[in-house]
Nanobody, 124 residues
Framework: QVQLVESGGGLVQAGGSLRLSCAVS????????MGWFRQAPGKEREFVGT????????YYAESVKGRFTISRDNAKNTVYLQMNSLRPEDTAVYYC?????????????????WGQGTQVTVSS
């Protein structure tokens, strides 16, 4: 069984930065493509970005492109989401997720494993 645990969320002022981490245990981390999603109250879960197994390629939602960066450390079984220039509209619960099928997948249904989420709140 694969387990994902996010950390690093919190309260930050607009324009600030946060780095989220997602520690993965269980089967081989490097066999999974990883994704980040977010869900604001009353809204559907939204794709943020994804990174391939090797970390060689990333893909982002237009709303975060140029501000957020996904990286991974396969030796530490961890994926990161660096968030800069945060805006109030970035406020949400952020989830990491894993799948082992096609890369660059943006739909939540394609991801088999999920973390419990971490709250990010950006004040104006």
């Amino acid at each position: 069984q694969v387990q994902l645990v996010e950390s690093g969320g919190g309260l930050v002022q607009a324009g600030g930065s946060l780095r989220l981490s997602c520690a993965v245990s269980g089967r081989t981390f490097s066999s999974y493509h990883m994704g980040w999603f977010r869900q604001a109250p009353g809204k559907e879960r939204e794709f943020v970005g994804t990174i391939t197994r090797s970390g060689g390629s990333t893909y982002y939602a237009e709303s975060v492109k140029g501000r957020f960066t996904i990286s991974r450390d396969n030796a530490k079984n961890t994926v990161y989401l660096q968030m800069n220039s945060l805006r109030p509209e970035d406020t949400a619960v952020y989830y990491c997720a894993a799948h082992s099928d096609l890369s660059m997948v943006v739909t939540p249904k394609a991801y088999r494993y999920w973390g419990q989420g971490t709250q990010v709140t950006v004040s104006s």
